[in-house]
């Protein structure tokens, strides 16, 4: 090269992350498909699939003085090199990481830079990996793919990761990216299981699946983020190992304690220490603990507990809220006690046993801060930013799966015991699961749980109708019913969700509702056919 590059492509999204670490973003003109940072990336021209998968055509048409690639596009090379320059690099190792920079810094005359970001990524890699060292190794399963199942063998970038952030890949006696089964899984019994957006289980499906494993008992499956963070060879890893590290080792990163939060009823708590007994007073506190890989730490729960699997090992302490038994609780000696706002009556007693915190989400956003408190409550807080993250990912692809379409009018019907029918209105997550599937709640003008006539459903006139299949009734005892002459029962769109619980209870698995409704009401986005009739369809003949 006869002068310093300003038009570059990039044919690997780590060589583009390089680059804006050193500095010299500005003169990247070119990026793959699959490039996501830094965020500015979204505004430069795309040359098609990542190494030898890129379009020759776009690549030329952007007139570059440089082509940077790994050697993913070797079989390509001769024909880059028609077009520009091309300089191959390669990063197989966390040392890799740091020749590449370097020779970067000489590539653009940036020495002095790229030494000042190996020295900074170096350093930074050696804070995390000593913040752990001294920690007891932890057994992780990582998941590439959910089906076939496949994971990371030992000569993986993220093999050396989980070693770093003080861990043992359970398959590191293998290479490549072996799959594996189940039964293979459940033998090397891991600690901590990681998931990513894009392995296809989620991690309801991967307590399903594992629910043999210590860390299914132990509420340790976690979704990361974003993957890439893990896989891209560049200082950007330094995300994905802080990040990893805290899952694996959160005791070395924990919070300083006395810790004072407030809680949704507005009370000052103090906890003193790091909570290692807790008792839950309700179902979906439960359920986000263990979301949070806190559910080791629960020593009581409600009768009505039953998710994930593990919870049934855990003592019962009656009903749910204000049914719990007092002494029950007193007798397992806990250090803290969440509990939800059905608990209040009983609040002054429960305060003489142990510190009580107070959550009672009405709506997504309430959950969200639920996950936040309960994450920061127990030393939990980068798992709670990864909920949090999977749970508006999911949302986010839903959303954009019913956007523009027509929303039909939902009657959602909560109980019909002795022929009152209780529904959802505003100011209740139901609400927000309707709205985020893509229907219109005709009771959103109603503010928490109601109970309308049947005139009234009969005057707005339901295009769809939700019957839980705990309310009482079951779909087909609403064909000669007070609603027959509803559109969505002359329609036979009357759906019973599989499983009442992600409905009603306020934690993480609320998710699983928002993409079983938004199949209900929009099949045809989803590419479904949903047959749910089970009435007579009326018909015209001519």
């Known amino acids: 090269m006869t002068k310093e590059p300003e038009r570059v492509v990039t044919l690997a999204p780590f060589i583009t992350e390089d680059l804006y670490y050193l500095g010299l973003f500005d003169r990247v003109v070119g990026v793959t498909n699959y490039d ?3 965020p500015a990336v979204a505004n430069v021209s795309r040359v098609g699939g990542y190494g030898k998968y890129a379009n020759l055509e776009l690549i030329a048409n952007l007139s570059p003085d440089l082509i940077i690639a790994d050697t993913y596009s070797q079989p390509i090379l001769s024909s880059l090199e028609k077009i520009a320059p091309v300089i191959v690099v390669r990063a197989h190792t966390m040392d890799d990481v740091s020749r590449v920079l370097e020779l970067l810094g000489k590539v653009f005359n940036c020495e002095d830079k790229a030494k000042e970001v190996v020295t900074t990524f170096q350093a930074k890699v050696n804070e995390i990996s000593s913040t752990v060292k001294d920690e007891p190794k932890v057994k992780v399963f990582y998941v590439v793919w959910g089906n076939p199942l496949m994971t990371a063998g030992g000569d993986s970038f993220i093999s050396s990761l989980i070693s770093l952030a003080g861990g043992i890949n359970v398959f590191n006696d293998t290479t490549g990216w072996p799959s594996v089964s189940d039964e293979q899984v459940l033998a090397r019994n891991p ?8 392995c296809g289980m989620s991690v309801e499906d991967a307590f399903k699946e594992f629910a043999g494993t210590s860390a299914a008992a132990n509420g340790k499956i976690y979704m990361i983020e974003n ?5 891209h060879p560049s200082p950007r890893l330094l995300i994905g190992l802080e990040t ?5 080792h959160p005791d070395a990163f924990k919070e300083k304690y006395p810790l004072t939060i407030t809680d949704f009823e507005n009370r000052t708590v103090t906890i003193r220490k790091e909570p290692q007994r807790i008792v839950s007073l309700a179902p979906s506190i439960t359920e986000t ?3 949070l890989g806190a559910g080791n730490k629960l020593v009581g729960v409600t009768d009505y507990a039953d998710w994930p699997a593990a919870v049934n090992n855990i003592t019962r302490i009656g009903g749910y809220g204000k049914y719990a038994n007092l002494e029950l609780i007193a007798n397992l000696s806990p250090d803290l006690i969440i509990a939800d706002d059905f608990s209040l009556p009983i609040l002054d007693q429960l305060e003489k046993i142990a510190p009580v915190i107070i959550v009672a989400p009405k709506d997504i956003d309430g959950i969200y801060r639920q996950i936040e408190l309960l994450g920061e409550v127990t030393n939990r807080k980068e798992q709670a930013d990864l909920v949090i993250g999977e749970m508006k990912g999911e949302i986010s692809y839903v959303e954009s799966k019913v956007a523009n379409l027509t929303r039909p009018r939902v009657f959602f019907i909560l109980s019909a015991y002795g022929g009152e029918y209780w529904t959802a209105g ?4 139901v609400n927000d699961i309707i709205d985020i599937a893509g229907g219109k709640n005709i009771f959103d003008d109603i503010s928490g749980w109601g109970k309308p006539s ?5 005057a707005r006139d339901p295009e769809v109708i939700i019957l839980l299949p705990t309310a009482g009734i079951n779909a087909s005892q609403l064909c000669d019913g007070p609603f027959a002459s509803t559109t969505a029962v002359q329609t036979g769109r009357i759906y019973t969700p599989s499983n009442a619980d992600p409905y009603l209870r306020p934690s993480p698995r609320i998710i699983e ?3 079983e409704m938004a199949r209900f009401l929009h099949p045809e986005a989803f590419g479904l056919h949903v047959n749910s009739t089970v009435c007579k369809v009326a018909t015209s003949t001519g």
């Open 36 to 38: 996501d940072f830094p």
């Open 191 to 198: 600690d901590v299981i990681i998931l990513t957006p894009h």
């Open 227 to 231: 993957e890439n963070d893990l896989i």
């Open 244 to 248: 990893l590290a805290k899952l694996l």
């Open 289 to 291: 603990l263990f979301y």
């Open 426 to 429: 505003k100011d209740t997550f």
């Open 454 to 458: 049947e005139e009234q459903v009969l």
């Open 513 to 515: 509702a928002i993409d």
